[in-house]
């Protein structure tokens, strides 16, 4: 049976947390000086809020997308809650996670009073899905500047803390503004700077919306390894502006841009990685195999 909690957006403080029911076995305790290794298939899927690049909204084609994959750990972004009837008023991290017997941790970036007659918010923003259990979480409002000439998203960090088979993983799941290259930057240093608190195997996942060779993202990189790139996979793109070039939205028949990623840090390491070739989003998912070492003190080789 799923647990869901609800990471609510707040810059400063943790917003939810708890213990989550079910953990996993955790791993003999190893003798000292000894290592913990682990091995966890993760996935980052901007879902297009369930609809395919023509708006037709299926959930259950992005749930079975998901189970398909093999995916352990899922890093969602463009998730409704309640948000409209584009999505059926779904609260859908919640419907995802009971579909597929996950854990699940949601992040409201958007966050708008009910429809007239109903009693929901109406929320828009980042999931993370897991096999394993959810130790913790917390979901971090990056920085959106007031342009009064073509105002900005505000946009966020979900962060995780997953007892994979007894190894505390930091996993991240992030969708970076689409529109300024200044924003992205500032939210690149935010990002840095958040997940710069924690000693844990680091994973972040998401669609930066800017392609590896962009200036703004370097900064990331230079912290954390972009999974593709370091497997000699820098082709495998993801999305592809439409035919009409409009700003946000893409198509999948004839991707050329790589801007969804999988990066790894802190003894998180990829040893193979690919993406999934479908029509559920405007995005196409990827997934990644990974390694985790941790020793028993907390230092990561």
Not at 34 to 41: A, M
Not at 145 to 167: D, F, K, M
Not at 273 to 297: F, G, M, Q, R
Request: hydrophobic share 40%.
């Amino acid at each position: 049976m799923f647990r869901r909690q609800i990471a609510t957006a707040s810059i400063a403080a943790l917003i939810a947390s708890g213990a989550v029911l079910g953990a996993g076995p955790a791993l003999a305790a190893p003798g000292k000086g000894s290592q913990k290794t682990t091995d966890v298939t993760v996935m980052s899927f901007n879902i297009h809020y369930g609809a395919d690049g023509d708006n037709v909204f299926d959930i259950e084609r992005t749930a079975s997308v998901i189970e398909d994959s093999g995916a352990e750990i899922i890093g969602l972004q463009e998730v409704d809650n309640h948000w409209g009837a584009r999505s059926d008023f779904l609260d859908e991290a919640e419907w995802l996670a009971e579909r597929l017997d996950m854990h699940v941790v949601y992040g409201a970036n958007l966050d708008e009073p009910p429809l007239p007659g109903d009693t929901d918010n109406r929320q828009y923003g980042t999931a993370i899905l897991s096999e394993y259990p959810i130790i913790s979480s917390e979901n971090h409002l990056l920085t959106n500047i007031a342009y009064e000439e073509q105002p900005t998203e505000q946009r966020g960090l979900l962060e995780a803390v997953v007892n994979v088979r007894g190894n505390h993983i930091a996993f991240y799941s992030t969708h970076l503004d689409f529109q300024r290259e200044e924003q992205r930057a500032l939210q690149v240093q935010e990002i840095i700077d958040i997940t710069g608190t924690s000693k844990r195997p680091a994973v972040i996942v998401g669609d930066l919306n800017a392609t590896p060779d962009a200036p703004e993202l370097q900064p990331l990189f230079s912290v954390f390894t972009d999974t593709f790139a370091a497997l000699g996979q820098n082709e495998d793109y993801t999305f592809g502006p439409d035919l009409e070039g409009l700003p946000g939205s893409g198509s999948v028949e004839n991707p050329s841009l790589r801007i969804d990623y999988i990066l790894t840090g802190r003894g998180a390491t990829a040893t193979s990685a690919k993406v999934i070739h479908t029509t559920a989003s405007d995005h196409l998912p990827i997934v990644a195999e990974l390694s985790i070492t941790k020793t028993p003190n907390g230092k990561v080789k």
